[in-house]
T-cell receptor, first 111, second 116 residues
Framework: AQRVTQPEKLLSVFKGAPVELKCNYS??????LFWYVQYSRQRLQLLLR??SRESIKGFTADLNKGETSFHLKKPFAQEEDSAMYYC?????????????FGTGTKLQVIP | DVKVTQSSRYLVKRTGEKVFLECVQD?????MFWYRQDPGLGLRLIYF???????EKGDIPEGYSVSREKKERFSLILESASTNQTSMYLC???????????????FGQGTRLTVV
């Protein structure tokens, strides 16, 4: 069975400091990894996915299959980055998609 | 613009009541999901559906059932609500892009259910 682990419930950083939100996964096949973000009073939305290899709002994430990790990074945190972040693993199983989320990390950027 | 709409934002029900949570998507997506979101536990998958009338159990299906009679609508049913089902419920939808990948999951705004 697939699993996603986000070890930090809360991460507090000062504005301008680097940010790294950790995500580890367990899955024996070829995974597809995502980061979703939920800003206060807004719905959960996609931040980025590993296959697109984009930088969104200054965030990047690299899939490391050897370490089974997909950590989210940003060099300089902004106050508007304060939100709840979820790592997610999408797998194709039996012809259908199953998406598993981690427990989430709350990022708090201190002015 | 993809829209996933959940019928209620807030719901208060009594223990033992039968509760229906409705979700509608307008993008002709094959896949639909129901999650519950609890602090410290993240999103946990209750049920999902990959086609009309097809359903699969997620990780925490106990106490819940689902119905998908039409492609655009996915209902979550609490047969006899209990206080431990007080939670935020999120509906999502997605669709295959090819035989290996899918779109992102698009989420509804959530239904905060309180069982008293």
């Amino acid at each position: 069975a697939q699993r996603v682990t986000q070890p930090e419930k809360l991460l507090s950083v000062f504005k301008g400091a680097p940010v790294e939100l950790k995500c580890n996964y367990s899955y024996s096949g070829s995974p597809e990894l995502f980061w979703y973000v939920q800003y206060s009073r807004q719905r959960l939305q996609l931040l980025l996915r590993h296959i697109s290899r984009e930088s969104i709002k200054g965030f990047t994430a690299d899939l490391n299959k050897g370490e089974t990790s997909f950590h989210l990074k940003k060099p300089f945190a902004q106050e508007e980055d304060s939100a709840m972040y979820y790592c997610a693993l999408s797998v194709r199983s039996g012809g259908y998609q199953k998406v598993t989320f981690g427990t989430g990390t709350k990022l708090q950027v201190i002015p | 613009d993809v829209k996933v709409t959940q019928s209620s934002r807030y719901l208060v029900k009594r223990t033992g009541e039968k509760v229906f949570l409705e979700c509608v998507q307008d993008m002709d997506h094959e896949n639909m999901f129901w999650y519950r979101q609890d602090p410290g536990l993240g999103l946990r998958l209750i049920y999902f559906s990959y086609d009309v009338k097809m359903k699969e159990k997620g990780d925490i299906p106990e106490g819940y059932s689902v119905s998908r009679e039409k492609k655009e609508r996915f209902s979550l049913i609490l047969e006899s609500a209990s206080t431990n089902q007080t939670s935020m419920y999120l509906c999502a939808s997605s669709s295959p892009l090819d035989d290996r990948t899918y779109t992102e999951a698009f989420f509804g705004q959530g239904t905060r259910l309180t069982v008293v």
